[in-house]
């Protein structure tokens, strides 16, 4: 307590001749007070709706007509099974080779993996659709991971591919491309943008975060969505070409998001944009079609037969209507590009 007690004396003093003596008294220059520099306003851009697939496995414990329970292996699941039901969609692949197998080729009791909708009942077993389902696995098989892509990167040996389930995927000249089902030409590197989803065979994964593996194979799947976006500060990016935006169509940030001009992303997108000027209502077309419409200072859309809430009301400035950029990536069906 004595040294707490005379170190507080201590410092009282020096506060004290700290404050009676000037600064230039000490011999110190004058400064002026320090400039901050302006930052740009924080935002987040976030999807809605994903669909990207969850992964379970387990063995064929009952077959259906057009559906089959699956004994749930997967770690921490909060069901002991779970019913999927076949589609017209569902793609039953070979593990091993990739091919395409019907229904009629799983066997009873055979080690499946599937990733299936996240939408499930709440029945128990949960019931769920089948995107994709992997059989002929074989004993102590790597079996193939199935993931969307989030992020593309140019590499001087071919692509950094950053995928839904938290991998970095090292492609190039030696990694065999193989076209999904229904897929119509070869496959390339350069077909894989965001929103692709890959199948990839590997067998040694790096510890790192993100882990990181450089697949044998890859076989691709064609995006589901409209096309892509990403941000980095106040710089858009469509489909991998930068909007020139500035002046009145400058994007801003308020209220923690994005505002971005209507006009220049959905003509970029080739859809064609309508303002009447007695009703302040926009529509916007495509190939003669409706894809939406939206009035100022209206927090909704029309999109067809559905009302969509939008994270604000679009808003007119000199003459630019600016939207929510995460309002326009759900209207148009985009894949919202991150990571790395």
């Not at 599937?114 to 009942?121: E, I, K, L, Q």
């Amino acid at each position: 307590m004595r040294h707490v007690k005379w170190m507080n004396i201590a410092l009282s003093t020096a506060l004290a001749v700290c404050l009676a003596v000037p600064a230039y008294a000490a011999g110190a220059p004058e400064e002026s007070a320090p400039v901050q520099e302006e930052t740009a306003a924080a935002y987040e851009v976030v999807q809605r709706g994903q669909t990207t697939p969850v992964r379970v496995w387990g063995q064929a414990a009952e077959l259906g007509e057009d559906s089959l329970t699956l004994v749930n292996d997967s770690e921490g699941a909060p069901y002991e099974s779970i019913i999927l039901d076949i589609g017209e969609d569902t793609m039953i692949l070979d593990a091993v080779t990739g091919e395409v197998r019907a229904f009629s080729d799983i066997r009873q009791d055979e080690t499946l993996y599937a990733w299936v909708s996240p939408a499930m009942t709440k029945s128990l077993p949960p019931i769920t659709t089948a995107e994709l389902i992997l059989c002929g696995i074989a004993a102590d098989y790597g079996v193939p991971s199935y993931a969307e892509v989030q992020a593309v990167e140019e590499t001087e040996d071919g692509l950094d591919v950053y995928v839904s389930d938290q991998m970095i995927l090292h492609l190039g000249a030696d990694t065999q491309l193989l076209a999904g089902p229904g897929t119509t030409g070869e496959a390339a590197l350069t077909d894989i943008v965001p929103g692709t989803r890959l199948l990839s065979w590997y067998s040694v994964v790096g510890l790192s975060y993100p882990a990181q593996a450089a697949p044998e194979k890859v076989m691709l799947f064609p995006s589901s969505y409209d096309g892509w976006v990403s941000t980095e500060g106040l710089e858009i990016t469509v489909n991998g070409e930068v909007l020139s935006l500035t002046g009145a169509n400058a994007p801003r940030v308020e209220d923690g998001h994005l505002l971005v001009p209507l006009r220049a992303l959905a003509e970029t997108l080739g859809c064609q944009v309508t303002w009447e000027p007695y009703t302040d209502r926009i529509l916007v077309e495509k190939d003669g079609r409706e894809l939406y419409r939206l009035t100022l200072g209206e927090a909704q859309a029309i999109q067809g037969e559905v009302t969509v809430g939008l994270l604000a009301a679009p808003e007119a400035t000199d003459g630019v209507t600016f939207v929510v950029l995460d309002d326009l990536i759900s209207l148009h069906g985009l894949k919202l590009s991150q990571g790395f």
